[in-house]
């Protein structure tokens, strides 16, 4: 692969969002020496989205900007069409609300190229309101993919596991191994306008196992434009209940790293049924409030997050009860994951 950064930007029906994004990366400096590019993904977009990119990004511009359609509705979708598309080694997933530094594109070259261990790399967002938030919302930003991800500059591969959809850069040639050794998504993420969610832990999850490092560095700066309807605490409560049902597909590559037992195929205990009393337990020790969430003195409520996630992670349970355990089995002994994750210590927790 060329060393090179190729900006993937997902859209669905962004053509009001994307003029500023595009915006900033037309704005990006000490980029001339450096060979990169755009791919917009138009993930069934109907407002126009296609001409509102082709007219503002001329032939004139920085860098090239190739448009590309994705007819599978998802963002996990877009992200493997633009991943494909990508000329260049370094791809990067820019939101269509997000707004980076001029020296982004640079930095990200400069991280990249400067450790050739580094699988995939993020930094610190700032959030843009279209209005004023509640008081409640600086407690849960990182909810909403605000903040850092991180102490220091330096690897969180053990630390924090993962990285945010939101500016995520991942070395196209690690990606490229993961799928031809047989890796799939077992989320759905973002689909039109529903709120289902995960594909990027899972993505570095995946990296992880197959022995790739993560990076932070607070270098990395981008702008997250929130519109004033995801500053709702029904939205909030929504966005959760997402996490919850999500997260059912996040939990056997947190199995697998955190070293349980490796389960054989046909010879595999019922870890389903534990997941599923241990969510009833957590929910009903939080019973006092279990039927009044929607109630508006409860408006910032932490405990009304954790309701709407277990419910979403319950309904999640129950739809998959024919087939968690057995996805637990097949991502522990996928043919991708690298030798240290298959020694597992004789650990028998699995609630």
């Known amino acids: 692969m060329t060393d090179g950064v190729s900006v993937v930007i997902c859209c669905y029906n962004s053509s009001e969002r994307l003029p500023e994004t595009l915006k900033h990366l037309l704005a990006q400096q000490d980029s001339d020496r450096i060979p990169w590019e755009v791919v917009l993904v138009d993930n069934g977009s109907t407002d126009g989205t296609q001409a509102t990119a082709q007219h503002l990004w001329t032939s004139q511009s920085i860098a090239s900007l190739n448009i590309v359609s994705e007819s599978r509705q998802g963002l996990n979708f877009a992200r493997d069409r633009g991943a494909w598309e990508a000329k260049y080694e370094f791809v990067c997933f820019v939101d269509d609300d997000n707004w980076v530094n001029s020296d982004w594109v640079a930095n990200i070259f400069k991280i990249m190229t400067g450790d050739p261990s580094i699988t995939a790399c993020g930094g610190s967002t700032r959030a843009v309101f279209e209005t004023t938030p509640a008081d409640w919302f600086k407690k849960y930003e990182g909810h909403f993919a605000i903040g850092s991800q991180g102490n220091d500059t330096g690897e969180i591969t053990d630390k924090r596991g993962r990285l945010w959809g939101a500016g995520l850069t991942i070395r196209r040639s690690s990606w490229l191994k993961l799928v031809k050794n047989g890796f799939r998504h077992l989320t759905a993420d973002r689909q039109g306008t529903e709120l289902c969610s995960g594909g990027d832990s899972e993505l570095c999850y995946a990296l992880s196992l197959a022995g790739g490092k993560l990076w932070y560095d ?73 039927w009044c969430v929607g109630s508006p003195r409860f408006e910032g409520d932490s405990d009304v997050l954790e309701i709407e996630y277990l419910y979403g992670r319950l309904t999640g349970l129950l739809r998959l009860r024919g087939s968690y355990d057995r996805s637990i089995c097949e991502i522990a002994n996928a043919p991708w994951i690298s030798k240290q994750w298959k020694n597992f210590s004789p650990e028998n927790d699995v609630s």
Request: aromatic share 10%; net charge positive.
């Open 218 to 290: 607070p270098a990395l700066k981008l702008d997250h434009y929130i519109p004033s309807a995801r500053l709702t605490w029904s939205y909030a409560r929504k966005l959760h209940r997402g996490f919850g049902s999500s997260s059912i597909h996040l939990d056997p590559y947190l199995y697998t790293l955190r070293r349980r037992p490796r389960p054989k195929p046909g010879r595999f205990s019922n870890i389903w049924t534990s997941k599923i009393r241990a969510t009833i337990r957590r929910l009903t020790g939080l019973k006092t409030k279990l």
